[in-house]
Structure formats: C-alpha cells, structure tokens
C-alpha cells in the first residue's frame, strides 16, 4: 500500500518544526511518518532523516513539503533528490507552492523554483562576504583568535627544537608548525 509522507527541515537548533508538521499533517501526512531534522539545507550531506527517507520510500509513495527549499538549497541537490525520487517511483509535492512531480506543469514549476532557492543562496553567501569584508576594513572584525600559541612554537624552535619535535610537544601537526615558524620568519628545515 502506497504511503505518504513528510518531510520537515529547518536550519539551526534554535528554529521550530511545528508549522511545518502541522502543515504536513494537514495535507494527509501522518505524524509518525514525518521525517524531520534541524541542519542546513544548503549540503545534502549529514542529512540522515532525508538520506532515511529516501532509502525507504518506495513506487507509488508520495513525499510532500511545505516548500521544495526544505528539501534542498541548491539546484543540483535538488535535482540529485527528483531524480533519485523519480527513478524509485516515488511523487514529490509542496503544500505552499504549485508542485506536484506526477504533471507537467508541476514539474517545470519545481525546476524554476529550484533556481530561484540557489540564486537566493547565493545572494546570501555574497551579502555574508561584502559585510565581513566591509567589518574586517572598518577593524571590527577580526576573525577567530589564534588557538595555538605562537610564542611557544617560536621558543622552542629557538631552543634547536625541529618542527616534528615541536609539533609533538604542542600537540599540532607539522604542517602548522612550518607554517607558524615561516610566518615567524624562522623556517627552518629540521625535522
């Protein structure tokens, strides 16, 4: 027997999955067959309640979301997805938006939609970089502070220490520590 289900995603801990639910609920979706996670939507990757989902819907299944941008936030993941849900027989519909992979219509709407969530992103990730660009000339961002103690490094190389037993002693890898002693303009090439 064909089942339907639901699947409910938001970005951070702090956001809630209830209007979510209640709107899968809504439309048909029952609510232990709701599969829903708090992670960003921009990577497929560490999803396991979508991975789960998709592993277990099966021909003639429907999986229905409020908006294909809790699916995926890039088109490629977003394709990879109706693809994979495609190939097993399984339909993909929205409840706020016109989307309903068994038409036509459905389908050409999911893929403009699909542009306009990675072009979103996108526009994101760009404000993200012009405003820390912008607070690093202003000198109000700084970046994260240093976690290995650079002084350390330096004593010890100065002590006739090599980098392998520096990075040991300190407990970092030599690559950071060649990095930290050429940065001192101390590179040394002891090993």
Known sequence: MAKIYG??????????????????????????????????????LGREKLELLLKIADRGDILIVTRIDRLARSMRDLQNIVHELKEKGVALKATEQPIDTSTASGKAF?????????????????????????AKRGGV??????SIDRD????????????????????????????????????QVKA
């Not at 996670?37 to 497929?44: A, D, F, Y």
């Not at 939609?113 to 012009?130: D, I, K, P, S």
């Open 7 to 44: 699947y409910a995603r938001v970005s951070t801990g702090e956001q809630d999955l209830t209007l979510q639910n209640e709107a899968l609920v809504k439309a048909g979706v029952n609510p232990d067959l709701i599969f829903a996670e708090k992670i960003s939507g921009t990577k497929r």
């Open 152 to 187: 350390k490094v330096r004593e010890l190389s100065e002590a006739g220490q090599g980098p392998t037993a520096i990075s040991k002693e300190i407990g970092i890898s030599r690559r950071h520590v060649y990095r930290i002693l050429e940065e001192l303009g101390l590179a």
């Open 141 to 146: 961002y700084t970046g994260r502070k240093a």
């Open 110 to 134: 999911l893929d403009m939609l699909g542009v306009f969530a990675e072009f979103e992103t996108n526009l994101r990730r760009e404000r993200q970089a012009e405003g820390i660009a912008r």
